[in-house]
């Protein structure tokens, strides 16, 4: 069957079966190898993506169950080719990440956290990232990485209020 996804804000046409989930329709017939597979079965949160903004797991959505929503994955995060998010920079300068696997999936997260909630707790972050599994254990620099986002993203608004 033929579906019509959009994604990053391009409409995509793959050609699955029913049983296609869209996490392997993201990957294998789309090439958009960010969301990752990990348990594919709903524990570990490596396959998170954004629909409508709100994280979701795709390895237990199917590709066809995703028409008419706007998915985000990590390909299209930053603002331009080469360029990074203030989140994804915030992992990077606080060492948010080691082996990298669970990393798109966090970052996404936290985007959708900081876009629903742009002053978050450290509780609220724990709360957030609950969902997503670290085998390398890095949660102390991932929750580092979101507050430096934060921060860095109520200093940009403050600096765009102002003019
Ligand atoms: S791969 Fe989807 S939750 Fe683990
Ligand atoms: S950085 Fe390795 S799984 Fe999180």
């Known amino acids: 069957m033929k579906v019509e996804l959009t994604i990053n804000g391009a409409t995509h046409v793959a ?3 029913a ?3 869209l996490l392997d329709c993201l990957r294998d017939k789309l090439g958009l190898t960010g969301a990752h597979a990990g348990c594919e079965h709903g524990v570990c949160g490596a396959c998170t993506i954004l629909v409508d903004g709100e994280p979701a797991r795709s390895c237990l959505m199917f590709a066809a169950q995703a028409d008419g929503y706007e ?3 990590i390909e299209g995060l930053a603002p331009a080719p ?3 998010s203030v989140v994804q920079d915030a992992f990077c300068e606080t ?3 080691q082996c990298g696997y669970c990393t798109p999936a966090m970052i996404l997260t936290a985007h959708s956290l900081l876009s629903r909630n742009p002053s978050p707790t450290r509780e609220d972050i724990v709360e957030a990232i ?3 599994v670290c085998r390398c254990t890095g949660y102390g620099q991932i929750i580092e990485a979101v507050e430096l986002a934060a921060r860095r993203l109520a200093g940009s608004n403050a600096a765009e209020d102002a003019r």
């Open 15 to 17: 050609d699955v079966e």
């Open 19 to 21: 049983r296609t989930t």
């Open 71 to 73: 998915i985000t994955t």
């Open 82 to 84: 080469g360029e990074l």
């Open 95 to 97: 060492h948010g990440m």
């Open 130 to 132: 609950s969902g997503n």
